[in-house]
């Protein structure tokens, strides 16, 4: 079986150079240039003639070029004007190929509408086509993005993507360290996570200063609350507390919910979790603080 080409480095430089432009830095434009591993990512999604594929930063189309061989609709989100004309000229004759210029994210946290109602927008059900996300993730996305799509998008059934190492760390981390955070908690809770491959930094061009990895993570069949509602009190209540994440439990939630003293919930949580700091508690020891908070 013939492996599917994908763009090198000298073609991504020629395209960029005949529209005139370069990388831009402040897009966090780094092109993954080793065809092994845009292949390995793709192939880590699984996809589905039927499925719903999001990439986001389609850059000179390189990724784009599988996806769209695969994939019953590809949903293609590009912020850069010069890429979104490479982008729209190089798959004008291709259907199943949407375009959307902009910004994927509405704000800090929410998808932008119309990636949204190409998702099955935020009121769907699990039921319906199924939708991945398969791309090479810029930095001042990724964080927001995952968890917006863990969070409100029941139809994304899987995350594809490579991203800095540091926010991998974030997605991955146990408790105890000072990568866990809320994105850990949300990710464990919604999810099956896995690294996929660590990506050196020479495999990028222009070359970044840190390293990255290759992520996968699968949306879990059941969540432990009864409806998004709950599931978002719950995400806020994290966000919230970490907040004071330097503090006990104790204080932070004094701090955090001046009006509900923890003594209120500590004949249902064990008392010693209250010395402990947030980036200790796990999270089944989240939900049990959750379900005791009131």
């Given at each position: 079986?013939?492996?599917?080409?994908?763009?090198?480095?000298?073609?991504?430089?020629a395209?960029?150079?005949?529209?005139?432009m370069?990388?831009?830095?402040?897009?966090?434009?780094?092109?993954?240039?080793?065809?092994?591993?845009?292949?390995?990512?793709?192939?880590?999604?699984?996809?589905?003639?039927?499925d719903?594929?999001?990439?986001v930063?389609g850059?000179?189309?390189g990724?784009?070029?599988?996806?769209?061989r695969?994939?019953?609709?590809?949903?293609?989100v590009?912020?850069d004007?010069?890429?979104?004309?490479i982008?729209?000229?190089r798959f004008?004759?291709?259907s199943?190929f949407?375009?959307l210029?902009?910004?994927?994210?509405?704000g800090k946290?929410?998808?932008?509408?119309?990636a949204?109602e190409?998702?099955?927008?935020?009121?769907?059900?699990?039921?319906?086509p199924?939708?991945?996300?398969v791309?090479?993730?810029?930095?001042?996305?990724a964080?927001?993005?995952v968890?917006?799509?863990?969070?409100?998008?029941?139809?994304?059934?899987r995350l594809?993507f490579?991203v800095?190492?540091?926010?991998?760390?974030?997605?991955?981390?146990?408790?105890?360290?000072?990568?866990y955070g809320?994105?850990?908690i949300?990710?464990?809770?919604?999810?099956?996570?896995?690294?996929?491959?660590r990506i050196p930094?020479h495999?990028?061009w222009?070359?970044?200063?840190?390293?990255?990895?290759?992520?996968r993570?699968?949306?879990?069949?059941?969540?432990?609350?009864?409806?998004?509602?709950?599931?978002h009190?719950?995400?806020?209540?994290?966000?919230?507390?970490?907040?004071?994440?330097?503090?006990?439990l104790?204080?932070?939630?004094r701090?955090a919910?001046?009006?509900?003293?923890?003594?209120?919930?500590?004949?249902t949580?064990a008392?010693e979790?209250?010395?402990?700091?947030?980036?200790e508690?796990?999270?089944?020891?989240?939900?049990?603080?959750?379900s005791?908070?009131?």
């Amino acid at each position: 079986m013939s492996v599917e080409h994908v763009q090198t480095k000298k073609e991504i430089q020629a395209t960029l150079a005949a529209a005139g432009m370069s990388p831009r830095k402040r897009f966090g434009q780094h092109f993954l240039i080793d065809g092994n591993l845009m292949r390995r990512l793709v192939e880590s999604a699984e996809i589905e003639v039927d499925d719903v594929v999001l990439e986001v930063g389609g850059g000179t189309g390189g990724l784009t070029d599988l996806l769209v061989r695969r994939a019953g609709c590809v949903v293609c989100v590009e912020i850069d004007r010069d890429l979104q004309t490479i982008l729209a000229e190089r798959f004008a004759d291709v259907s199943g190929f949407t375009l959307l210029r902009g910004d994927v994210l509405h704000g800090k946290h929410h998808l932008a509408p119309a990636a949204a109602e190409l998702l099955g927008g935020a009121d769907a059900t699990a039921e319906g086509p199924s939708a991945k996300l398969v791309a090479n993730l810029p930095y001042q996305v990724a964080t927001p993005l995952v968890m917006d799509l863990l969070i409100d998008y029941p139809r994304v059934r899987r995350l594809c993507f490579t991203v800095q190492a540091e926010v991998g760390e974030r997605i991955l981390s146990p408790p105890g360290r000072k990568s866990y955070g809320p994105l850990s908690i949300v990710s464990e809770l919604l999810a099956e996570c896995r690294i996929v491959a660590r990506i050196p930094a020479h495999v990028f061009w222009p070359r970044p200063i840190v390293e990255s990895v290759m992520i996968r993570m699968d949306a879990r069949e059941t969540i432990p609350f009864a409806n998004r509602r709950e599931l978002h009190r719950f995400v806020s209540f994290v966000r919230v507390v970490f907040e004071h994440r330097r503090k006990t439990l104790r204080s932070a939630l004094r701090h955090a919910f001046p009006d509900r003293a923890p003594a209120q919930s500590e004949s249902t949580v064990a008392a010693e979790l209250y010395d402990r700091r947030p980036e200790e508690i796990t999270v089944d020891e989240w939900l049990r603080l959750f379900s005791g908070s009131g």
